[in-house]
């Protein structure tokens, strides 16, 4: 049976602090768990340190994992982030609704493949095996989601995830002590409204695929 299999890992983990990055990772995933736990089929574990899998319901539960996790690594210490693989494939045994392990399958496999893959790519989210188009398009939608979270300096991450959290430049206002028009310019330079808008693409998407 076909299942949408995610995996992820850790970008440039082997130039970050060790303990204190695999105890930030591990929080973030057991947090991920915890709120999406109805739409996740076989919880999200990770496999080799700086890895994780896990076998998700449907395409919209997963983007909101990739949204929800990506916004934690923003305010994560060390700040990490993660390069994503998303494919609906084959699992021929059951699926392990304790751990994502013991479990085999072309689609897992080829989930691994592309992962590895990518590592030596610019790509940093890969979704692959719905239909051709809907792939595509996701994709796509991605990396321009992508373009903007990764063009933040890393002084304006916390800046940023509030800004995702709360969207209105006057309630910053009031949190940092800045002047309305100064957290005005700041969600201008971060193009946080482009931001938002490349996920509300990707949502609209994954609700179709």
């Known amino acids: 049976m076909n299942y949408l299999i995610m995996m992820a890992d850790i970008i440039g983990s082997s130039r970050e602090e060790g303990a204190a990055l695999m105890n930030a990772f591990s929080g973030?995933?057991?947090?991920?768990?915890?709120?999406?736990?109805?739409?996740?089929?076989?919880?999200?574990?990770?496999?080799?340190?700086?890895?994780?899998?896990?076998?998700?319901?449907?395409?919209q539960t997963a983007t909101e994992i990739i949204f929800f996790i990506d916004e934690q690594c923003l305010i994560?210490?060390?700040?990490?982030?993660?390069?994503?693989?998303?494919?609906?494939?084959?699992?021929?045994?059951?699926?392990?609704?304790?751990?994502?392990?013991?479990?085999?399958?072309?689609g897992l496999t080829r989930t691994r493949e592309l992962l590895g893959e990518i590592k030596n790519g610019d790509l940093e989210i890969v979704v692959s095996g719905l239909s051709a188009p809907n792939s595509k398009r996701l994709e796509l939608a991605f990396r321009l989601y992508r373009a903007f979270y990764n063009d933040w300096h890393e002084k304006d991450l916390s800046v940023a995830s509030d800004f995702i959290k709360h969207q209105d430049y006057k309630i910053l206002s009031s949190m940092y002590g800045k002047d309305p028009s100064t957290m005005w310019r700041k969600e201008k330079t971060l193009k946080m409204k482009d931001f938002y808008a490349s996920r509300e693409l990707i949502t609209l998407m994954a609700s179709d695929a």
């Open 28 to 59: 973030i995933v057991e947090a991920a768990n915890k709120k999406f736990e109805s739409g996740i089929l076989s919880p999200l574990t990770i496999t080799l340190g700086d890895e994780f899998q896990g076998i998700i319901s449907d395409v």
């Open 76 to 106: 994560a210490d060390p700040v990490f982030r993660l390069r994503y693989v998303l494919h609906y494939g084959e699992i021929q045994t059951p699926v392990n609704t304790i751990e994502s392990y013991g479990m085999l399958g072309p």
